[in-house]
């Protein structure tokens, strides 16, 4: 076989941040997901933590120094036909300082908080979000 057509699941970190009862998403702007709204994060990279790669993926997609508080579950999503498996490890986090701006990469195109009467009627909102707000009883 190939080396190049070899493929394995890859390892992400996600990280859900709650702000004055409001939670961020990020609408995701990359193949898989395109336009859903996400919670933000993306993959690990060689040597990082899980903790690190989702502090450094979520400043990366939001402008915002976060730090977090524990982690809440994993969840394995395939999407074969975008070329995607991931097993995702979500975490809950909190803004450092109240003073802060957000700005999106390219990665998403809009980054916002939304409260959980907003979050119902999100659309579109990636199944993952969905089963993290149920997980943790806020759904």
Do not use: C
Not at 67 to 82: A, D, Y
Not at 96 to 116: A, C, H, L, M, Y
């Amino acid at each position: 076989m190939d080396r190049g057509e070899f493929k394995v699941p890859r390892a992400g970190s996600a990280i859900l941040v709650e702000h004055n009862g409001k939670y961020l998403l990020g609408k995701r702007n990359k193949k898989n997901y395109s336009g859903f709204w996400v919670i933000p994060g993306g993959k690990v990279e060689w040597g990082e933590t899980l903790e690190q790669a989702g502090t450094r993926e979520f400043k990366e997609e939001t402008n915002l120094d976060i730090e977090i508080i524990k982690f809440i579950t994993w969840k394995q999503i395939i999407n074969t036909k975008e070329d995607y498996h991931r097993y995702v490890f979500f975490f809950l986090g909190k803004l450092k300082n109240d003073n802060f701006e957000i700005k999106t990469n390219d990665d998403v195109s809009e980054v916002k908080f939304f409260s959980i009467d907003e979050l119902k009627k999100l659309e579109p909102l990636a199944k993952s979000a969905k089963q993290i707000f149920k997980f943790l009883e806020l759904w």
